[in-house]
């Protein structure tokens, strides 16, 4: 599917944030385990989150859609071997986290996914879950992957090589689904959404002390069931809206739910910190996590060089910070940020490739890119490939408000993995967002 986003004069609106595709994994994965009747409030309908879904149903859960809702049956029998491939089609965070859980409860599985995920790399998690006693078959660290029957041990210790939440997510879930206890220290502190919602069901979990940022101890019990849980809006999503708000003229957008994990809301502080004008109000706590309504008006933005240590918190949204940067005043510098370059695709040369094809002024490195703002309207009439990641489309569409005469994106189909609503949202703050031959 190829879009086309034409020029706009202003955006303007109320709209509610979709569910969020991270949380709406995690809670089906730990409401499976939970094994109670539980209703799922916010779950966003999209591919990521639907193919874990089909895939805990394959190894015994029961877990049927119901509208804006989900709802689990508490199971009758344990989980069970799958008896057909676990397809979790693009969805790196589904592979990762099942990957755990499968290993804890000592199942067998064999696990593909769509020709993206098959390329992105496994080793990170398939080599501590190995020393953790999983019994894993592989195609050289990617997929396919055979799981079989595995023993998990008690006590694990890991330092983390990478600053990675899923792979921190699988770990503890491959310790509960085992229930043996887990310590994991991080390079970076990462989003925290496991964590948050292994607390929330009565889990126990130790930070240590304030010294030994990053270590997450988990010591085993029982998980308490509830019947309801309520996912939050998608922060990522409502990012590409927060940025086409701020660069588009005399626009003003309130995002209503917007999850606002500290873990996971990075790229607020770096907008504000470029001069970006962003109020947020009705700050509250929902089944431990933070949400709140977002307000969003046109800014000129200023070109900043972005903290390293703020870049594990922004990772998903550096496609759309780099839309931004395009039309800030000066240089916007971001670095260390090579984990980008295994994602649904090598995003910083796909973010780099665009643009070149915008003729807009930039360098790129291993790890990041440098960005020569001050730009007014965007003249191209190439068409900007997204290489099927569903960010770099949305980025590049966002982009658009402020093209001479549109500007075209092709391969967006993936745009439905995440946020299967983007084009419908945007179009009614007042974007002109179509489908284009």
Not at 17 to 25: L, M, N, T, V, Y
Request: hydrophobic share 40%.
């Amino acid at each position: 599917m190829n879009l086309e986003s034409k020029p706009i004069q202003h955006l303007e609106g109320e709209i509610i944030c979709p569910g969020d595709k991270s949380i709406s994994q995690r809670i089906l994965i730990i409401g499976s385990l939970l094994n109670c009747n539980m209703e799922i409030e916010g779950f966003l309908d999209a591919y990521d989150p639907n193919s874990t879904l089909n895939a805990l149903n394959k190894i015994g859960a029961s877990i049927k859609k119901n509208n804006n809702s989900v709802v689990l049956k508490k199971r009758t029998n344990a989980f069970i071997d799958a008896s057909d491939e676990l397809d979790l089609g693009n969805s790196g965070t589904g592979i990762r986290l099942m990957l755990g859980l499968v290993s804890g409860l000592g199942i067998n599985a064999n696990f593909i996914g769509d020709s993206s995920l098959s390329e992105r790399p496994m080793s990170r998690v398939i080599d501590p879950l190995t020393e953790m006693g999983a019994l894993i078959e592989s195609n050289n660290g990617k997929l396919p992957i055979n799981v079989i029957k595995s023993n998990i041990i008690n006590s694990y210790s890991y330092k983390l090589p990478i600053a990675s939440a899923q792979v921190k997510s699988c770990l503890l879930l491959a310790a509960i689904a085992s229930k043996n206890d887990i310590n994991l220290i991080e390079p970076k502190i990462t989003r925290d959404h496991t964590e948050r919602m292994i607390e929330y069901f009565g889990g126990a979990i130790n930070y240590g002390d304030a010294s030994k940022i990053g270590n997450i101890e988990l010591s085993y019990r029982e998980l308490q069931s509830k019947s309801n849980y309520q996912i939050v809006g998608d922060f990522s999503s409502a990012s590409f809206i927060i940025v086409a708000s701020l660069i588009s003229y005399n626009s003003e957008v309130l995002i209503k739910n917007v999850g606002l994990n500290e873990t996971r809301c990075g790229l607020l502080k770096v907008l504000q910190m470029m001069g970006g004008e962003i109020q947020i109000t009705q700050n509250k706590e929902v089944c431990n996590e933070k949400v709140g309504d977002i307000l969003v008006k046109s800014s000129n933005l200023e070109g900043i060089e972005v903290p390293d240590s703020i870049i594990p918190n922004i990772i998903d949204e550096i496609p759309i910070l780099s839309i931004a940067a395009v039309f800030a005043n000066g240089k916007t510098l971001i670095k260390n940020a090579s984990e980008l370059k295994v994602k649904e695709s090598d995003r910083l040369s796909a973010i780099s490739n665009g643009l070149d094809k915008l003729k807009i002024r930039h360098e790129l490195f291993d790890d990041g890119l440098s960005i020569y703002g001050n730009y007014d309207e965007l003249d191209t009439s190439e068409v900007i490939d997204s290489y099927g990641d569903h960010r770099i489309a949305m980025s590049f569409l966002i982009a658009g408000a402020r093209s001479k005469n549109g500007l075209k994106v092709k391969n967006c189909g993936n745009i439905k993995t995440s946020f299967p609503s983007f084009k419908d949202i945007m179009n009614s703050i007042g974007m002109k967002i179509d489908e284009k031959n």
